[in-house]
């Protein structure tokens, strides 16, 4: 069992924060998210096929009881953050994982491969990382594997 099959388990994520605590490290506050309460009201919706949709539509939000994934790497090649609106599936990427996945071939690796003299002799042998939340995708490429700490919302 790896120890981000908990990150797997959720049914939706979040990024809440991203930060460097000290020069190259990277934290990522990453929240779990459930379908919640009804959108809103939606009587004053003009549009009654959309109308519909709402009254049978639910929020995803992080509420009580959610946990909270804090990952931390002490270094990295490289780490970017993508708008989900922009992004899609590619048949050439090739990952292990549902949430947090770790990639075996990817177009990041690739890109860094051409952007930067990083290889397996100098930092290293590394690995990319791929967080899928709502709203942002993340990718991180480290010799270090992530620590991570998890906790609930209370």
């Given at each position: ?12 994520l ?18 779990e ?71 075996a ?26 967080i ?23």
């Open positions: 069992m790896r120890n981000t099959d908990e990150i797997d388990a959720c049914a939706y979040f990024l809440e924060e991203i930060g460097e605590p000290s020069d190259n490290e990277l934290r990522l506050k990453i929240v998210a459930t379908s919640g309460g009804a959108p809103g009201p939606v009587d004053d919706e003009p549009n009654e096929a959309l109308r519909e949709m709402l009254r049978t539509a639910s929020r995803i939000e992080h509420g009580l009881g959610c946990r909270i994934f804090e990952l931390y790497w002490p270094s990295y090649v490289a780490y970017s953050v993508r708008n989900e609106s922009y992004c899609s599936a590619d048949a050439y990427e090739e990952f292990d994982g549902r949430l947090f996945v770790r990639y071939r990817s177009r990041y690796l690739d890109f860094l491969v051409n952007a930067t003299f990083a290889n397996s002799s100098y930092p290293g042998p590394f690995v990319h990382y791929g899928f939340c709502l709203n942002h995708i993340i990718d991180v490429v480290s010799v270090d594997s992530p620590t991570m700490t998890m906790s609930l919302r209370s």
